[in-house]
Every structure is written in C-alpha cells, then in structure tokens.
C-alpha cells in the first residue's frame, strides 16, 4: 500500500473531510474510487462519493460517513492504495516509498548510508542519508550529485563533492 494524502480535518455537516494530498499525479483524487485509511484506530476501506478541489487540498466524501462526528473518527488517517494502481513515474523520477530505505554508496562502491527520510524544498529534495554511526548528511537530489538509482537492486550511487561527505565518513 502507498499513501497518497493523509486527512487533516472535517467540513461541513455531512461528513466531509479535508486532505492534504501526498501526490504529484495530476487527477489522483479525481479519479479515485476507493481508499484504505489507516490510523490509530486501525484500516478500514471506504468508497469514495465525491471530492472537490480547495486551495490547500481536496475535500472527500465518502459513502458510509454522513456526519461530522464520524468523519472526525477519521481524522489524522493516511489515505492508502494499492501499489498496483499507481501509475508508472516518468523516466529518472521515483516514488518516495521506492527510495526510502536504500543503500547508499558512492561512485567508489563505498557505504555511505540509508537514505531514511526525503525532505521537500523549493528547489529540489534533499535526501537524509544515516551512516551506521548515527551521524547524518544531507544529500541534494540532484543529477550532479545523484549518479544512479537501482529500485530493484535498492541502491543509490551519489558523486563525493567537496563537503558534502568527507573522507573518513565512508565505512
């Protein structure tokens, strides 16, 4: 299962929720039918009745919640599909879930670390790579930086650059 926005709120009175979406993929939310939510209260799978656009997000309903009450059971959920209905990213792009987690080396083939968390900004993503010791670098998505990128395989190859990762980081 792959999160696709997570529910912040509810609106109105007829069980309306507010989303924060986690995709890219234009007419994600238009098109979806049918959602897992996941949150502290456990999974459950809902039919989608409607959406609209807002400008911080979209608003869902769903076919099984018609009050305030029950949608507010809902909030702080993850909104989930299944991987299999995801469509394909477009060539040199990558889910976040397909990155997390991965082995990273550098051009050397020396361990770098686990990428374990993918940071949004203006420019580009910055990927936190830990090394075994608990020490962190921050890595710039970049194609100058980034050298190669093996989902299969689960392995990013990162160019060494001038204070980026020193010498003796490598283990």
């Known amino acids: 299962m792959v999160t696709i926005g997570k529910i912040i709120g509810t609106h109105g009175v007829g069980g309306e929720v507010k ?4 995709s890219d993929v234009p007419g994600r939310f238009e098109a979806l039918t049918q959602v897992e939510v996941q949150n502290s209260l456990g999974s459950r799978t809902l039919e989608v009745s409607g959406y609209r656009r807002t400008a911080r997000g979209f608003l869902l309903r769903f076919e099984s919640i018609a009050t305030p009450e029950v949608a507010r059971s809902l909030v702080g959920g993850f909104l989930m599909i299944p991987e299999e209905r995801l469509a394909p990213p477009a060539a040199d792009r990558y889910y976040e879930y397909q990155l997390l987690g991965m082995n990273v080396r550098d051009e050397d ?13 203006t420019g580009n993503a910055v990927f936190v790579v830990e090394n075994g010791r608990g020490a962190e670098h921050l890595i710039p998505g970049t194609k100058e930086l980034v050298r190669s990128v ?3 395989g689960q392995i990013m190859v990162v160019r060494r650059a001038p204070g980026l990762l020193d010498e003796h980081d490598a283990l």
């Not at 989303?19 to 986690?22: E, R």
């Not at 670390?113 to 900004?121: D, H, N, R, V």
């Open 19 to 22: 989303v924060t979406s986690y």
């Open 109 to 121: 083939g020396a361990h770098v670390g686990i990428l374990k968390e993918i940071l949004a900004t």
């Open 150 to 152: 093996d989902v299969d």
